[in-house]
């Protein structure tokens, strides 16, 4: 067993295995792990999936069939740091395809209800810069965007 690093726990009702395999095609540097089963001690059906071990984007997770009890919230949402437009454009397309939901600011809902952040890295280096006013027509701009228009956020930052 390894010390020191996280594994992410998400938790499903029963798509388990399904989300695994999803999350795993939309992400770079990923792969299904270990996959045990509930035994006869329950309370899932023997046989049935209880864990799916996977990686995504080079980050741990493991994927439980816990139940019907807890859903997913805004209150914990995973950040995707994109490069460019391109990458902006894949993952909004892919997170919110078949039932998934672009939100404000570049945060979207997945079909399974987890909550992700889609941002250019760029975005950080403008509303972090030393430059209040830059910094604020940054932020600003992207309030009023679902998806996010990096050239568009570029234009605000630079005042045009």
């Not at 390894?2 to 792969?31: I, M």
């Not at 950040?79 to 460019?84: E, L, N, P, Q």
Request: net charge negative.
């Amino acid at each position: 067993m390894s010390h020191g690093g996280f594994t992410t726990c998400l938790w499903f009702d029963g798509q388990a295995e399904e989300a695994a395999h999803y999350y795993v095609s939309v992400f770079k540097d990923s792969g299904i792990g270990r996959i045990t089963h509930w035994s006869e001690a329950g309370p899932g059906e023997a046989g049935t999936v209880l864990t799916v071990e996977f990686t995504a984007n080079g980050q741990k997770f493991v994927a439980l069939n816990g139940g019907p009890e807890f859903k997913f919230s805004e209150a914990v949402s995973f950040m995707i740091r994109c490069a460019d437009q391109r990458e902006i454009d894949h993952y909004w397309t892919r997170l919110t395809e078949d039932g998934g939901e672009g939100g404000p600011c570049g945060w979207l809902k997945d079909k399974y209800g987890v909550s992700w952040q889609v941002c250019p890295e760029r975005l950080l280096e403008m509303t972090n810069d030393p430059d209040p006013q830059k910094a604020a027509r940054a932020f600003g701009a992207m309030m009023k965007m679902g998806k996010l228009d990096l050239a568009a956020l570029e234009k605000a930052y630079a005042g045009e």
